[in-house]
């Protein structure tokens, strides 16, 4: 299955949005869409089997899931919702806003993972660390995902490894390599990468620029709870 590198299908749902289609084609039915909201658009109330994961790339919106509600500013939060959970978000920032939403079918091992409650809805960015080699990240982590930001500075190297769970990537600024399985691309803003449980991958910067993207981990690899708190064997 060729699905490492996929290309969008672009849609209008509602009035004043536009949306970016990248279906995964994976077990669990991963829809990824990237949407650009008008000012005063508005993704009306509704509810689905599928859980969702969102957040702002740029510009500002609100969102409501659930009850609450909260002003969604890029890449400083992030929510998700069951499935089921009555979500609906809108523009009222006055400036264009582009949002990011993950849907995927609930999968028996979305139960609590991290040190982040099922009944919570909105996450704020963990501390941000470096790691040797030019790689700085922070993390959104929710319950069963975490949602890690990364920069790969000029020459920083990923090296090709593989693991237990999916790993879904976003293109934020500038650009890199990457290469999954026997794909490789020059990874930009808003492509997106899927690499499969246990397919081998790794990403080098050529470039002399930082390069920035979100990778989503489902289960989550760097923020767990200690193997005996854990309500599933992993
Ligand atoms: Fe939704
Ligand atoms: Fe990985």
Not at 17 to 32: C, G, K
Not at 141 to 154: H, K, T
Not at 202 to 211: E, I, L, P, Q, R
């Amino acid at each position: 299955m060729n699905n490492e590198f996929v290309r969008p299908v672009r849609k209008r749902l509602c009035e004043g949005i536009e949306t970016d289609f990248y279906e995964l084609n994976d077990s669990a039915h991963t829809v990824v869409m990237i949407s650009t909201m008008a000012p005063g658009a508005i993704a009306t109330a509704h509810e689905h089997d599928q859980t969702q994961i969102g957040l702002c790339l740029s510009g500002s919106f609100e969102m409501s899931v659930g009850g609450e509600t909260q002003r969604m500013d890029a890449l400083q939060n992030c929510y998700w919702a069951a499935g089921g959970v009555p979500h609906e978000g809108r523009n009222n920032s006055g400036a264009p806003a582009v949002t990011l939403d993950i849907k995927r079918d609930q999968q028996a091992t979305d139960v609590q993972l991290t040190a982040f409650p099922m009944s919570e809805i909105f996450m704020a960015p963990s501390r941000p660390k470096s790691i040797k080699g030019g790689l700085d990240l922070w993390f959104f982590v929710g319950p069963w995902f975490e949602v890690m930001f990364s920069n790969l500075s000029p020459g920083a190297l990923m090296p090709l490894h593989a693991h237990r769970g999916v790993q879904i990537g976003i293109g934020l600024t500038g650009s890199y390599t990457m290469e999954i399985g026997e794909a490789s691309q020059d990874f930009r803003k808003h492509d997106v990468y899927f690499a499969d449980e246990h397919v081998p991958h790794s990403g080098f910067n050529g470039t002399d620029t930082d390069a920035t993207s979100l990778n989503i981990f489902i289960p989550p690899r760097w923020n767990l709870l200690p193997i005996k708190e854990r309500p599933i064997a992993l």
